[in-house]
């Protein structure tokens, strides 16, 4: 079975410092993975995704990540966070017919 | 342009009664999920439908849960004599459908802003 594990459940960060959010994947097929944010009492956004092609992908608001097949990793990115970044941010898998398989999530808290 | 909406936004219920949330997708999106939020987790697949047809049904969705989408357009999920265990969010999603195993037409589910449920 498909997986989705976030190494980390909480990660404080200061402003302007860079930050990676880790994300590992189980699967014995071609994946698609994604990242959403979700911040307090709302839905989630998505933030960017792997589909295929350049394993380098840049999504909304400075974010990018980087697919790595032979780690099973797919970790989010951002050289210089701010205050606004705060919130909860999922990894996740698509499966077959487009369902979603998350992470547990990461809680970023970025201080002035 | 709008997007996926729920309502409620909050239900709060007793222990054994019945509750029923309803989604709206973004228009002419045929597709419909149902996911279920608990306190620190990510978002849990439930069910989801292509146009009227529920095509999946995870093995959260116990007897006590139903869900319809009878036109095709809005959808409904009941949950029966709730339980304190039933307490989360219920989030819904919507996208068009896409071309399976042609990556470049993967098509983005959008989610709304979710129905919290709390059973006293």
């Known amino acids: 079975a498909q997986s989705v594990t976030q190494l980390d459940s909480q990660v404080p960060v200061f402003e302007e410092a860079p930050v990676e959010l880790r994300c590992n994947y189980s699967s014995s097929v071609s994946v698609y993975l994604f990242w959403y944010v979700q911040y307090p009492n709302q839905g989630l956004q998505l933030l960017l995704k792997?589909?295929?092609?350049?394993?380098l992908v840049k999504g909304i608001n400075g974010f990018e990540a980087e697919f790595n097949k032979s780690q099973t990793s797919f970790h989010l990115r951002k050289p210089s966070v701010h205050i606004s970044d705060t919130a909860e941010y999922f990894c996740a898998v698509r499966l077959q017919g487009g369902k979603l398989i998350f992470g547990q999530g990461t809680e970023l808290s970025v201080k002035p | 342009d709008t997007g996926v909406s729920q309502d409620p936004r909050h239900k709060i219920t007793k222990r054994g009664q019945n509750v029923t949330f309803r989604c709206d997708p973004i228009?002419?999106?045929?597709?419909l999920y149902w996911y279920r939020q608990t306190l620190g987790q990510g978002p849990e697949f439930l069910t989801y439908f292509q146009n009227e047809a529920q095509l999946e049904k995870s093995r959260l969705l116990s007897d006590r849960f139903s869900a319809e989408r009878p036109k095709g357009s809005f959808s409904t999920l009941e949950i029966q004599r709730t339980e304190q265990g039933d307490s989360a969010m219920y989030l819904c999603?919507?996208?068009?459908?896409?071309?399976?195993?042609?990556?470049?037409?993967?098509?983005?589910?959008?989610f709304g802003p979710g129905t919290r449920l709390t059973v006293l």
């Open positions: 792997y589909l295929s092609g350049s394993t």
């Open positions: 228009s002419e999106h045929n597709r």
């Open positions: 999603a919507s996208s068009p459908r896409d071309s399976e195993g042609l990556a470049g037409n993967y098509n983005e589910q959008f």
